[in-house]
């Protein structure tokens, strides 16, 4: 008898693979997939403005990428001790005014330049809500600033599509080869409320989906449909009942990896996973005989796939096992 109804993504017609750059851009979700995909030695650069959660901000985002913004003293705002953002995540935040402008312009030309020869992007939306100053300026993060200072209002799928369609078309006029994954979170966004949280998750992948029905360029992973409809059950989330659990992200990076990456790059990450399991190892004994046969084994393993993939940085794992 079965308890769930499974289902196996769509392989897509075109695939990632490890002589591609990926841009992961969006929610805490994006920041999972990333580090998995980065673990796996993929060409990744991930959340160039930190976590962003709603389609305004994230095509911002990468409007400024474009453009390589720079920004100014007064484009930040001074609240709880801190040089802070709206456009960027709290990581950014510090109480020095010219090191959080350095931070963020640092990170600013780093993606300019990712994003001209990048041949993914990867965005994940997480809520259809946003938050306006009085100026109806969307912000990215609140920045603890109390929430009667802003209007919140619920976009409508006509607004996320339009932002979704013309952020395309300017990253295809800078990068026409860029190709474009999108994938709607699977977090709850539950203090909106029950109701609204499922407004706003249709209303993403509404907007979406007609996307990637305009263009080809435009793909959809259902990592939502996954932990919603397949998996389907509290004990797949953390404690909060909010947050998708450990198990549930590997197994939507296992579908992810199915569909998305190509057959040769999924033999490859499997040496790999060999060899970071190794490095993430514990000796015992270090200065033990068998510990550094086992260094050298490692080492030998790391050298063999550099020669034969020169394309892929494995100089952390050589300078690791190296005696």
Excluded at 169 to 197: Q, Y
Aim: net charge neutral; glycine share 2%.
């Amino acid at each position: 008898m079965d308890f769930r109804l499974a289902f196996t993504p769509k392989p897509f017609d075109v695939k990632i693979n490890h002589r591609q750059k990926l841009l992961l851009i969006g929610s805490c979700f994006t920041e999972q997939i990333g580090t998995k995909l980065s673990n796996h030695k993929f060409s990744v650069l991930d959340n160039p403005n930190g976590i962003l959660f709603n389609p305004v901000s994230i095509t911002r985002s990468v409007s400024s990428y474009i453009n390589n913004k720079q920004y100014r003293e007064t484009d930040l705002f001074y609240q709880n001790e801190s040089w802070n953002s709206w456009e960027h995540h709290s990581r950014f935040s510090h109480p020095d005014k010219a090191v959080c402008l350095a931070c963020i312009n640092e990170s600013q030309t780093k993606a300019h330049e990712f994003l001209k020869h990048a041949d993914w992007l990867l965005i994940t939306l997480g809520s259809a809500f946003v938050y306006e100053l009085e100026d109806q300026q969307v912000v990215a993060n609140c920045h603890k600033v109390p929430t009667d200072k802003f209007t919140k209002r619920l976009l409508a799928v006509e607004e996320i599509y339009a932002a979704l369609q013309m952020m395309n078309e300017a990253a295809l006029a800078v990068n026409p080869g860029l190709k474009i994954i999108f994938t709607i979170s699977p977090v709850r966004h539950l203090r909106d409320g029950f109701v609204e949280n499922n407004r706003s998750k249709a209303a993403l992948i509404q907007a979406v989906h007609q996307l990637a029905d305009k263009n080809n360029n435009c793909f959809y992973f259902p990592a939502y449909e996954l932990v919603i409809d397949d998996l389907r059950d509290y004990r797949f989330f953390a404690e909060d009942m909010v947050h998708p659990n450990y198990a549930v992200t590997n197994y939507v990076w296992e579908k992810f990896t199915a569909a998305c990456i190509d057959e040769p790059s999924q033999q490859l990450m499997k040496e790999i996973a060999v060899i970071v399991s190794a490095k993430n190892h514990k000796a015992f004994n270090p200065s033990s005989e068998l510990h550094k046969k086992f260094l050298q084994t490692n080492l030998d393993k790391v050298n063999k796939l550099q020669q034969q993939f020169p394309y892929i940085d494995f100089n952390e794992e050589a300078s690791y096992f190296s005696p």
